[in-house]
Each structure stands twice: as C-alpha cells, then as structure tokens.
C-alpha cells in the first residue's frame, strides 16, 4: 500500500463535502507529474486531504476505491480522476506550519513543491504526520 496527499481548496470542494458525498471523484488535476501519481494510485492506498488556500491544514483520510480512468471534466480525455471514500478526519488538524516545523518532515513532497496538487507521502512520514493529528477521528458514517 501506498500512502499520498491531495489538495483542494475548501471553498471549491472541501474534506465536509467529501464526507456529505462519501465516494467521489478526484478530478480537474491538469499537472502531468500530479496526474502520473494519481495513475499509480492503486485500491486501497490512503491519502491525507489537505485544504489549501485557506486552512492550509490536513483534515483527514481517504481512501482509493477506483483506480485511475479518464477524467470525465477533461474535454480532451488526456487527464485521469481516482474515486476517494472519505475514511476518518483526523484526530486534530495538522497545520502546514506544524508541517514545516516538524524535523522529520523537512522532505515531506507538499513542503518541496508546494503547487503539486497530488504527492506520494512516505510511511514514516504519513506515521508522524497521524501522530501529530493525535490518529484518526471519528470514522466517516458508510
């Protein structure tokens, strides 16, 4: 299993949102590098979602149901979308300032090239961003 983050502005589609809908789809990525990663998405990965703009904080977990198809939003059909099942919020958000603070995040992809939409997060690194969100929360009602 793999582990990620995905990014969205709360005022466009935020983690409420994701939890009203319980499985959707994740779609209008248009960088290619955030699009080969949702392409190695496979069922079963998890993924932290993380309000950008304003929040700027990661909220909860989701988890891959559909691997990688066309994206019904790209007119061109060249960009794919991956349905996400909201899991759990987190314990407590965590904030990207706690992220920058944090030593053993310091290679974390959302520090690194902040405008990538999707990134791969390590183990080691999802394990202490979940310790610093005090776990997973309540668990998302199927």
Same mark, same amino acid.
């Given at each position: 299993?793999?582990?990620?983050?995905?990014? #969205?502005? +709360?005022?466009?589609? #935020?983690? &409420?949102?994701?939890?009203?809908?319980?499985?959707? %789809?994740?779609?209008?990525?248009?960088?290619? $590098?955030? &699009?080969?990663?949702?392409?190695?998405?496979?069922?079963?990965?998890? &993924?932290?979602?993380?309000?950008?703009?304003?929040?700027?904080?990661?909220?909860?977990?989701? $988890?891959?149901?559909?691997?990688?198809?066309?994206? +019904?939003?790209?007119?061109?059909? =060249?960009?794919?979308? @991956?349905?996400?099942?909201?899991? &759990?919020? !987190?314990? =407590?958000? @965590?904030?990207?300032?706690?992220?920058?603070?944090? %030593?053993?995040? $310091?290679?974390?992809?959302? !520090?690194? $090239?902040?405008? !990538?939409?999707?990134?791969?997060?390590? =183990? +080691?690194?999802?394990?202490?961003?979940?310790? !610093?969100?005090?776990?997973?929360?309540?668990? @998302?009602? %199927?």
């Amino acid at each position: 299993m793999h582990h990620w983050l995905v990014k #969205s502005e +709360p005022e466009t589609w #935020s983690w &409420a949102d994701h939890v009203r809908k319980g499985v959707e %789809p994740w779609v209008g990525v248009r960088n290619h $590098q955030a &699009a080969n990663f949702l392409k190695a998405m496979k069922s079963g990965d998890l &993924a932290f979602f993380y309000h950008s703009v304003h929040g700027k904080e990661i909220v909860g977990v989701l $988890q891959v149901v559909r691997e990688a198809y066309i994206d +019904p939003t790209d007119p061109a059909g =060249r960009f794919v979308a @991956v349905d996400f099942k909201a899991l &759990a919020a !987190l314990g =407590r958000p @965590v904030s990207l300032k706690t992220l920058r603070a944090h %030593p053993a995040l $310091q290679g974390l992809a959302l !520090l690194r $090239q902040s405008r !990538l939409s999707v990134s791969p997060v390590s =183990r +080691p690194e999802w394990e202490e961003i979940l310790t !610093l969100g005090g776990g997973l929360g309540a668990k @998302v009602k %199927p």
